[in-house]
């Protein structure tokens, strides 16, 4: 397994942009499809977004296409979310997952502890 490690949370006003990053350990960092989730108070984790190993192929949750943009760098075994135009629907507690899987069915097993982001209403 891999471990995760997110930051990069925080308060920022609607409108606003916020980018996560999760510093991930091992070596075996760049063969891990990786994803973000999200926990919106009193709800489930939801899916938000997903990025093969290569970075060639994404995946995004409707509610955040055309904002929120997943990539990596896995020279520095690092995945990021940028978050534009944010919402107070956003609000959530965003998590870092890896899977042994492929981008399709990634299996993610390995998950940070979390990073607390709030747009105020």
């Known amino acids: 397994q891999v471990q995760l490690i997110e930051s990069g949370g925080g308060l920022v006003q609607a409108g606003g942009s916020l980018r996560l990053s999760c510093a991930a350990s091992g070596r075996t960092f760049s063969s891990y499809t990786m994803g973000w989730f999200r926990q919106p108070p009193g709800k489930e984790r939801e899916s938000v977004a997903r990025?093969?190993?290569?970075?060639?192929?994404?995946y995004y949750a409707d509610s955040v296409k055309g904002r929120f943009t997943i990539s990596r760098d896995n020279a520095k075994n690092t995945v990021y979310l940028q978050m534009n135009s944010l919402k107070p629907e956003d609000t959530a507690v965003y998590y870092c997952?890896?899977?042994?899987?492929?981008?399709?069915?990634?299996?993610?097993?390995?998950w940070g502890q979390g990073t607390q982001v709030t747009v105020p209403s």
């Open positions: 990025i093969s190993w290569s970075g060639s192929t994404t």
């Open positions: 997952a890896a899977g042994a899987g492929s981008v399709r069915n990634p299996g993610f097993r390995s």
